[in-house]
């Protein structure tokens, strides 16, 4: 950390603060204490906790209502969503199930899926209601369609569903309409059903109720476990659940709301987050929201020169966003009130263009000349960031170190990937917040030992901005009181 730790600069965003000091505050404000008089007039506002069980609750502030305690009692009322899991065997037997997924794979040209982590993931709701005897009519998006386009048809999605799930998957060429109610009045108990793609309709998107209500008068009841379209309020994944009851959260969309909401809100600690990615435009709310709650930030990735740049130094042809010099100074800031430990790399892997035959050679923060400019974070900075990060009990990673793309400047990215899949295997819980950083880990091997490898892009990120996501919301509570 030559240079950069040296400076004044650096040793301000360096946390003074013991880095667990705030861990019991911070467990303690993530619980709604109870009220000592009744009232209705809580203001708007939501956290989040794990229970002993390791369940997600979601606390809804603006909903709760008690009767009088005495004053100074403490409790909590969870309002964890219900999950297809509280659904016993005689409430699943011979029901019909409206399942919304997200199977939005990708396929290449010939129609064959190139990535199916979405199916996969998908497989434990299916086969859990198939197990008790449900019969489950399964509908997801796949792509963005305007109108119905053959080459968005889920016609591909079938033979490896069938495969994952053992048993032959029926497919309606329609997801609404007088073919498909046949198609599920024959459908037997253990039984699947592939609906069309739902955004062959306009109405999907636009949340229209009535669409909405032909696609629930379908089914007996609704499981969502589509996570990454969870931050749309779409029909299938909002406005159904206002005509279809119970409706409840798959175990995939339980699992991503566990770590991404519930380990990263009340984290074993110290507690890291790593973020990366080309701007700090499209990460300022990740970000702010993670310094309310992490004791260690790294940056990394394109959006580090905005932040040389606020300090005075010299950055090239780096990428650049002027307009967020202010910005960028302000979370430096932000980061120092707030104790978090701010670590920005100190060297760099700088190239002559931007190509994977560029010439590069490594610099430290404080040397980026004209013409070069930042593709990856130098090996200094890898090191100190695998320091940091040997302290850590919990670490989430969203967005690469460089332009892991090209194999010139991907070491950083990879010893991220690789660092966390040491710390995985020694009971670090590691987390890995969809986007880029989901490609990175899987290219260097080591997505299998990570904790959890979020499923959604720009849901992950609505969630760790501190967003509801209206697929979520919209499911029924499972509401316990604990005194
Ligand atoms: N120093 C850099 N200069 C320019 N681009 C960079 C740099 N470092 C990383 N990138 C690019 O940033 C891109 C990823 O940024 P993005 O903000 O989209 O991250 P993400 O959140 O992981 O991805 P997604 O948008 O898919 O969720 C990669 O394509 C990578 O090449
Ligand atoms: O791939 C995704 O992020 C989800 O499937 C949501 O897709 P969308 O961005 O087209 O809504």
């Known amino acids: 950390m030559a240079s950069l730790a040296a400076s004044p600069a650096f040793s301000l965003l360096k946390s003074t603060k013991a880095i667990t000091s705030s861990a019991s505050t911070r467990a303690r404000a993530s619980l709604l204490p ?10 708007l506002g939501f956290s989040a906790v794990l229970d002993n069980s390791h369940r997600f609750s979601l606390h809804v502030a603006s909903k709760v209502h008690h009767s009088a305690r005495g004053k100074g009692s403490r409790g909590v009322v969870s309002m964890a969503k219900k999950s297809v899991g509280d659904l016993s065997s005689a409430e699943l037997k011979g029901k019909k199930v409206f399942v919304r997924a997200d199977l939005n794979v990708p396929l290449d040209d010939n129609q064959t899926i190139t990535d199916d982590t979405r199916i996969r993931a998908a497989i434990p709701t299916i086969k859990y209601l198939i197990d008790n005897g ?6 997801t998006h796949l792509g963005r369609p305007k109108g ?3 080459k968005f048809s889920l016609a591909p999605l079938v033979p490896r569903l069938s495969e994952l799930l053992g048993i032959e ?11 498909v109610e046949s198609l599920v009045a024959s459908l037997p108990e253990g039984g699947v059903l592939l609906l069309e793609n739902v955004r062959f309709y306009k109405e999907e998107e636009k949340n229209d109720p009535e669409f909405a209500k032909k696609l629930a008068s379908l089914a007996d009841l609704y499981v969502n476990d589509a996570f990454g379209t969870a931050h749309r309020a779409h029909a299938s994944t909002e406005g159904v659940t206002k005509f279809l009851k119970p409706s409840v959260a798959g175990f995939l969309l339980q699992k991503e709301l566990d770590y991404l909401v519930g380990a990263v809100s009340n984290p074993k600690r110290p507690f890291a987050a790593i973020v990366g990615g080309s701007k700090v435009s499209s990460k300022i709310g990740v970000i702010e929201s993670l310094l309310e709650k992490c004791d260690i930030l790294l ?3 394109g959006m580090i020169f905005t932040f040389y740049k606020a300090q005075g130094l010299s950055v090239g042809s780096s990428l650049v966003e002027e307009d967020k010099l202010e910005l960028a100074t302000s ?4 980061a120092k009130a707030k104790g978090v430990s701010l670590l920005l790399p100190t060297d760099v892997v700088v190239a002559d263009k931007f190509a994977p035959d560029a010439n590069s050679k490594v610099v430290p923060a404080s040397g980026i000349e004209d013409g070069w400019m930042g593709l990856d974070i130098g090996p200094d900075s890898i090191k100190t960031f695998n320091e940091a990060l040997d302290t850590t009990q919990t670490v989430i990673w969203n967005g690469p170190m460089g332009v892991f793309e090209m194999e010139k400047f991907a070491a950083g990215t990879e010893a991220v990937a690789n660092k966390l899949a040491e710390l995985s295997e020694k009971g670090v819980t590691t987390i890995i917040g969809g986007g880029d950083s989901v490609a990175a880990v899987e290219k260097v091997g080591v997505a299998g030992v990570m904790s959890h490898i979020s499923t959604g892009g720009g849901a992950s990120l609505e969630l760790l901005e501190g967003k509801v996501l209206p697929g979520v919301i919209a499911l029924d509570e499972a509401i316990t009181v604990t005194v």
Do not use: M, Q
């Open 34 to 43: 109870i009220p000592s008089k009744p009232t209705s007039t809580r203001p």
């Open 134 to 139: 449900a019969k489950v009519i399964l509908s």
């Open 148 to 150: 119905v386009t053959p």
């Open 169 to 179: 998957v029926k497919k309606a060429d329609d997801c609404i309409g007088p073919e």
């Open 299 to 301: 940056l990394g990735g």
């Open 331 to 334: 979370l430096l800031a932000k």
